[in-house]
């Protein structure tokens, strides 16, 4: 590689909204803090490990000289400066053996889309020093001035156990919004899948996000308590959020992973999976009960019902549906799908 040019790290998992905007991913943290969640493969074989601020800083550095030298060769190939496909072209043309730099697509990627967002990894990057992500998030919103976004998963434990007087710190140092792994509502599936957090853990977490300025996304995780707990998971998941209140909700329905017990037990048949159909029924039941004004989102492949005509049954856009507004009309078209799947 050209020694000009130095190696930058990044982790593998980011939410899809992220993907859909290409944000610029920074590795905080490496793996999981907890990764106890029998549902849950992503870091399963990893160790978890904190990541010094002169460690993260050295990989915004590497960037930000990448990031130079397209914008130079930008500035010079047309008259705005805007970071083109041609730009990019030749950058790669006079450093060909930055082709095989692990993470150059992703970079360019967000370039190319304006370079305003950006995602922290991994899976509980507030559990870092309050300080050390300030100095991070500084540091980062001086290379790229053009940043409007800032997001990163969180445990809402570790959001439950912060300071609030740090969460605005770090909020207004330049974290926007936080994803948070909610799965469930229901007390006795907490336990069972071990998620490390009670309904009053999340409530907690969910509310000290929210008034600390943060947007935040609650994932919440439709099947995950099979038939048997099925309508405990639905309802008393509905009301966990409905005393958050969050800005997002996002639908992950479950599927039993390779690497986790859940998958184990799928393969031997003990598992009481739902049908499409159940799955269905049962986020209906939590749709029905949530009165929030947050935005509902199925913003992933694993929520692809097909309707009546063979096209998505519900939206994947990142926006998802209003609520109160398009409640109606979301239940209108779970109904259609659970007559479909009949
Ligand atoms: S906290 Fe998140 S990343 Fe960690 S084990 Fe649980 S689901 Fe996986």
Redesign the pocket.
């Known amino acids: 590689m050209n020694t000009q040019f130095k190696s930058f790290e990044t982790g593998i998992y980011r939410p899809p909204s992220e993907g859909g905007s290409s944000s610029l991913l920074v590795r905080l943290t490496r793996n999981?803090p907890?990764?106890?969640?029998t549902f849950?493969a992503?870091?399963k074989e990893e160790k978890f490990q904190l990541r010094t601020p002169e460690e993260i800083i050295q990989d915004i550095d590497a960037m930000h000289a990448i990031y130079l030298q397209i914008q130079d060769i930008a500035d010079d190939t047309n008259p705005e400066g805007r970071i083109t496909h041609e730009a990019v072209r030749i950058f790669i043309r006079r450093t060909p053996e930055l082709s095989f730099h692990q993470g150059i697509s992703m970079l360019v990627e967000w370039m190319l889309a304006g370079g305003k967002t950006v995602f922290l990894q991994d899976?509980d990057s507030l559990i870092m020093k309050t300080d050390h992500m300030i100095q991070v998030l500084t540091y980062l919103k001086a290379c790229f001035p053009k940043i409007e976004r800032i997001t990163t998963y969180a445990?809402s434990k570790t959001i439950a156990k912060k300071p609030a007087a740090d969460l605005e710190k770090i909020r207004k140092a330049g974290l926007n919004r936080v994803h948070i792994?909610l799965e469930t509502g229901d007390r006795e599936l907490l336990k069972a899948v071990k998620k490390g957090a009670t309904p009053e853990d999340h409530i907690k977490g969910g509310i000290k996000a929210l008034e600390a300025g943060f947007q935040v996304s609650e994932y919440w995780m439709p099947g995950l308590g099979c038939r048997s707990q099925s309508e405990n998971h639905a309802l008393n998941t509905a009301d966990v959020l409905n005393k958050i209140n969050p800005h997002f909700i996002r639908s992950r329905p479950f599927h039993p992973y390779p690497g986790t017990d859940f998958y184990e037990k799928a393969v031997r048949n003990q598992l009481d999976l739902l049908s499409p159909k159940e799955l269905l029924m049962e986020i209906k039941q939590t749709i029905q009960a949530l009165k929030v004004t947050s935005r509902v989102c199925f913003d992933h492949a694993a929520n692809g019902w097909a309707g009546p005509d063979g096209m998505l049954l519900l939206s994947q856009s990142y926006e998802g549906y209003k609520f109160p507004e398009e409640k109606n009309r979301l239940l209108d078209l779970i109904e259609t799908g659970i007559r479909h799947y009949s």
């Open positions: 999981c907890w990764n106890h969640c849950c992503m870091y899976a445990r792994g």
